[in-house]
């Protein structure tokens, strides 16, 4: 069975600077499709970037990008200029591609920004 | 814009009620979704449907059952109301498809079940 793991409950970045989210999980499909989630404090979740296994690129939106490391089973969420509106909990997701729609999170990381 | 409603932000209940949590959407999407979110375990699949009268067991379905008469909606019950059933609940819905770029799944903003 698949499973994501966000080993930092909490994290606090400064207005303007960078901070990265960490993201690891395990599986032995070769072809799948990883994501990031942001839960604001009102609660709709709203989808923040995505990342598809097999593209050796790494997903950016924006101000945010991932750092896909295959091998390694890691997908990080890397948000540069830090915004007051960035505050939320961030969810990492995995998707076998071989099951259309199932997808399994992390635990999250709550993300304070600090004025 | 696509819109996924839930039918309360806040419900008390006691134990051994049976409990109906809806969710409607509004973008005629196959695919619904009913999650549990509790702290330290993020999201957990409880049941979900890709097309009206089909439903599929998720990773925790024990305790809960599903209802999909009319597209658009996707009610989840509880049927003998537990304490341990009180958490979040999220619903969403997304198009069937084996790209991720047309597989978004879009999050109604949940419902606070206290089960007391």
């Known amino acids: 069975a698949q499973t994501v793991t966000q080993s930092q409950p909490e994290m606090s970045v400064q207005e303007a600077e960078t901070v990265t989210l960490s993201c690891t999980y395990d599986?032995?499909?070769?072809?799948?499709?990883l994501f990031w989630y942001k839960q604001p404090p009102s609660r709709q979740m709203i989808l923040v970037i995505r990342?598809?296994?097999?593209?050796?690129q790494n997903a950016t939106e924006n101000r945010f990008s991932v750092n896909f490391q295959k091998a390694a089973k890691s997908f990080s969420l890397k948000i540069s200029d830090s915004q007051l509106g960035d505050a939320a909990m961030y969810f990492c997701?995995?998707?076998?591609?071989?099951?259309?729609?199932?997808?399994?999170f992390g635990q999250g990381t709550t993300l304070q920004v600090k004025p | 814009d696509v819109k996924v409603t839930q039918s309360s932000r806040y419900l008390v209940k006691r134990t051994g009620e049976k409990v109906f949590l809806e969710c409607v959407q509004d973008?005629?999407?196959?695919?619904m979704f009913w999650y549990r979110q509790d702290p330290g375990l993020g999201l957990r699949l409880i049941y979900f449907s890709y097309d009206v009268k089909m439903k599929e067991k998720g990773d925790i379905p024990e305790g809960y059952s599903v209802s999909r008469e009319k597209k658009e909606r996707f009610s989840l019950i509880l049927e003998s109301a537990s304490t341990n059933q009180t958490s979040m609940y999220l619903c969403?819905?997304?198009?069937?498809?084996?790209?991720?770029?047309?597989?978004?799944?879009?999050f109604g903003p949940g419902t606070r079940l206290t089960v007391l």
């Open positions: 973008m005629d999407h196959e695919n």
């Open positions: 969403a819905s997304s198009v069937p498809s084996s790209a991720p770029s047309t597989d978004t799944q879009y």
């Open positions: 599986t032995s499909e070769s072809d799948y499709y």
């Open positions: 990342q598809e296994a097999y593209k050796q």
């Open positions: 997701a995995y998707r076998s591609r071989l099951r259309t729609g199932k997808l399994i």
